[in-house]
Every structure is written in structure tokens, then in C-alpha cells.
């Protein structure tokens, strides 16, 4: 039995009919993207309700075991551009957890076909595993400088559903945190196993811009109409 986890919730109208489910990165809380809300221009999506979860807390090995909001565990030499096994207990846990939101929403009357998974950095790793494995149809995933986890497995796990669904990826060209190659590479792959993948790239860091929050209103316009 997984453990609920706690969310901070924004909607666009009362009674959604679609729901973003969005992850932060590692150290972060769910506080944090909730002011890119206003920043968005949904002019054309139906109503929108965005759930922000924390991730629960863990000692974080590449931060000297210090205990902070992660998805998974994160090692030394794991964002080196290689595909590498992440902590793989971890990145389950979390995947099962979402898969609770996810089941949440549709008791709230929103259809699997309505929801966005989202994130950012960890939470885009979270956002990719766990919904391009989802056994029923979601409405696509928005994965922001970030890379596919246990990507060994990926082929074998993949959910058909989720095959036509649309992926939005986007990364900072001079990222020190989550290498630029690590997400080009996880590109080349959704891509070769033929997934609708629509890539942006930024001359930034590890953050996000302000031209990456006009193309993020516009893909999910798009995703949830």
C-alpha cells in the first residue's frame, strides 16, 4: 500500500474537466511551479485542474545523504550523459504514487484521456516513466529537462495505450545539472520507438524560460483539447 501523497491544487474553472499532474525537481516542493499557472496562455483548453504533489522525503546519496523531497534516490556518476541504472525501488515507488493521483482524478470525474503528466528535472523522469507505462490512454506527458529512467526496461514496459500519445520534451542547451546529451539521448529513443515527440531546445540552464512557458501554454492547448 502506497502512502497518499500530499498535492497543492489550482483550478482554472470550477468543476475541470482535465487535470495536469505536475512533479517538481529534486530538493523543490510542489510550491514550486504553481506561479508558471498564471504565466500560461490556455486561452482554448477546457478547464484545468493543476495538482502540484511533494515528493517524499529520502536521503539523497549525490547530496551527501542529506534527507530532501526526491522521487528517487540520485548517485554519483548518474547525470554523467550515460544511461545508467537509477535507483530503481525509488523511481517505482513514485510511479505507483502518481498512478494514485492519476486514479484520484478519474474518481473526481476527469477521464484518463484528460490528464497531462508533467515535470520538471526528477519530476519530468517520473512524468516520462510513469506515463508512457500507464496501462490506459492519458492525454500526453510534458517532460522538462529531464532524461528517461531505467531506460533498459522501457521496450518491454511500454503501455500501448499510451503509444500515439503526444510528448512534449524540453531542455537547456547549456544545462550543468541534467547534461544536454542526456536528454537528446532520451529523445533519440522515444523518438526511434516511434513516439509523437515535439522537442524544444533553450540557450539557458537548468531552469525554465520564458519562451519555454509560451510553447508549454500552446502544447497543452493542444494536448487537452
Known amino acids: 500500500m502506497t502512502t497518499q501523497l500530499e498535492t497543492i491544487e489550482l483550478e482554472t474553472v470550477s468543476n475541470p474537466t482535465a487535470a495536469v499532474i505536475w512533479m517538481h525537481g529534486l530538493g523543490a516542493d510542489g510550491n514550486d ?33 542529506y534527507v530532501m523531497r526526491a522521487w528517487y534516490d540520485i548517485s554519483f556518476g548518474d547525470l554523467e550523459g550515460r544511461t545508467r541504472r537509477a535507483d530503481e525501488k525509488g523511481v517505482r515507488e513514485s510511479q505507483a504514487q502518481i498512478g494514485e493521483l492519476i486514479t484520484r482524478e478519474q ?20 512524468a516520462l516513466h510513469t506515463g508512457l507505462r500507464h496501462p490506459e ?72 524560460c520564458l519562451e519555454e512557458v509560451a510553447d508549454i501554454g500552446q502544447w497543452l492547448v493542444k494536448a487537452l483539447s
Open 33 to 65: 511551479f504553481v506561479p508558471i499557472v498564471n504565466e500560461l496562455d490556455l486561452a482554448g483548453a477546457p478547464g484545468i485542474r493543476f495538482v502540484f504533489p511533494h515528493a517524499p522525503t529520502r536521503p539523497v546519496t549525490i547530496n551527501n545523504g
Open 107 to 126: 474518481s473526481r470525474g476527469i477521464a484518463a484521456a484528460k490528464i497531462v503528466l508533467a515535470g520538471f528535472s526528477q519530476g519530468g523522469a517520473i
Open 137 to 208: 490512454k492519458l492525454a500526453g506527458v510534458m517532460a522538462l529537462s529531464t532524461y528517461l529512467p531505467l531506460a533498459d526496461s522501457f521496450a518491454a514496459e511500454a503501455s500501448a495505450a499510451n503509444k500515439m500519445t503526444p510528448v512534449f520534451m524540453a531542455h537547456g542547451t547549456h544545462d550543468p545539472v541534467v547534461p544536454y546529451a542526456m536528454g537528446e539521448n532520451s529523445r533519440r529513443i522515444l523518438e526511434q520507438a516511434g513516439y509523437t515527440l515535439e522537442w524544444h531546445e533553450y540557450p539557458m540552464q537548468h531552469s525554465v
